[in-house]
């Protein structure tokens, strides 16, 4: 074997090393269990750094909705140290899918891209209760449904009711010398009277917020109570 020969081989090893040490270094570096939270339509990347990853890592978001070839860096998730990035203005319409990917980088070493699985707001998001709030009429108790609000902001830069963005529905439970009753509504609507005829008794409400499309509930909301004169 000649010493060309020897020269050849020796560096086809040494890039071989080279390379496989770099891609260890993307792999050990590259962020774990990219997927999206939604809670209320706020649509918040998260993702977990490895056992051996630096200290010093930087990430890098980008996003895209589903069918598009090219990715879209987030502004606001460039160069970050937090392990989340909200998305949700750049997901705001619950009816379209969409992906992101997460890059880290330590001392310009970029990692792979780890992409999410496929996301749909509209499907996905959970739902906080509604608030409450009661008055006693002549008719009976008033109970005024207050649906959760989205990030989103209308044009009058007031944050939007999930009910303009998703069908819902509300159960409102009743409470009374250990006696529940349910009453239901459709999120039109937002109040109900319920007639009541004890004087001086005391009234506590609860309500979930009910997901039509995929019969998800939220928790119960505070107990609200109210005595009647």
């Not at 998703?166 to 006696?179: D, T």
Request: hydrophobic residues 35%.
């Amino acid at each position: 074997m000649s010493i060309l020969t020897q020269l050849l081989l020796l560096c086809n090893v040494m890039f071989l090393c080279w390379a496989n040490s770099s891609l260890a270094k993307r792999e050990y570096m590259a962020p774990l269990e990219v997927k999206f939270h939604s809670l209320d339509f706020r649509n918040v990347l998260h993702w977990k750094c490895q056992p051996r990853a630096p200290n010093n890592l930087q990430y890098f978001v980008e996003y895209k909705v589903y069918g598009n070839k090219h990715w879209t860096a987030c502004k606001r998730c460039q160069g970050i140290l937090k392990h989340q990035c909200d998305l949700s203005q750049e997901t705001s319409d619950p009816r379209q899918w969409y992906y992101a990917r997460v890059q880290a980088v330590s001392s310009k070493n970029p990692s792979s891209w780890v992409i999410s699985s496929r996301f749909h707001p509209q499907w996905e998001t959970t739902f906080s209760p509604p608030q409450i709030r009661l008055n006693v009429t002549e008719e009976g108790i008033v109970v005024q449904i207050r649906p959760p609000r989205s990030p989103l902001r209308g044009q009058k830069n007031t944050r939007i009711s999930v009910t303009e963005l998703q069908q819902l529905r509300f159960k409102i439970y009743l409470m009374q010398n250990g006696v529940e009753e349910i009453h239901e509504m459709e999120c039109q609507s937002q109040k109900v009277v319920i007639q009541v005829f004890e004087p001086t008794t005391t009234y506590c409400f609860q309500a979930i917020t009910i997901m039509p499309l995929s019969g998800r509930l939220s928790r119960k909301s505070p107990s609200t109570c109210i005595t009647t004169p």
